[in-house]
């Protein structure tokens, strides 16, 4: 399975990188018979005002695939450090950070997110800054316990002996020993996050039109039920990368757990 979703991934990544850029068909032209039935001069057919849902589902991955991990890599950064300075210094400072971690985790995340988005305004990067506010304390939690359980140890304790300042322990002892659970989570966290962006998007508060966005897409084929094309070719894309990362997400977690490595190993023999 993490061989399926690494040619999943890598697929979309070459789609949004090198396919979506050199395809001929402008996604934004409105230059064909409006909701045409997929055909062989419309591999996907045609959306309401005349544009091809083949080049409108390339172009949606230049958007959907980059932003989500631009988002997932900021909340990663933002709550990872927030949580190993909690977990570290303890006291007020933890106090303070994990009860603002607790305000955002009283609100249902999609619920807080469009209120954020709506606040801001209907557009990605207002959906990407919504997205980071609600999903960072989960890394700040993690890392946070993560640190916990490894500040008291012995070569941390000797490090400290050594002059080493807070920072420094930090960074160069603690972190390369706690970062593998946060990566894990990173991972699965991306598919959470394309849908997310893509649920943001279908309610109007992520893409403006006319920017091709699979969210977006799936919500001009809902207006459009009768024309099943519109909205289920988009909708694959997100099912396809969404499972994509998770694939990939529980077979790193389970090639780092001891238990279920020793039993995969044992089954290939």
Known sequence: MALVGACIVLFWILVAAVISPLWSVDPLAQNFERLMEPSAAHWFGTDQLGRDVLSRTLAGSQTSVPLSLLLVVSALVLGGTLGAIAGYFGKAIDETIMRIADLVFAFPTIILAMVIAAALGPSLTNAVIAMLIVSWPSYARVMRSLVISTRNSEYVIAGRLMGAGAFTTLRRDILPNVVSPLLVLATLDVGTAILLLSGLSFLGLGAVAP???????????????????????????????????????????????PRTAGNIQGRAM
């Not at 499972?243 to 389970?254: E, K, P, Q, T, V």
């Open 211 to 257: 920017t091709a966005d699979w969210g977006a897409m799936v919500s001009d084929g809902v207006q459009q039920f009768s024309s099943w094309w519109i909205a289920v070719f988009p909708g694959l894309a997100i099912l396809s990368i969404v499972l994509a990362f998770n694939f990939l997400g529980d077979a790193w977690r389970d090639s780092l757990d």
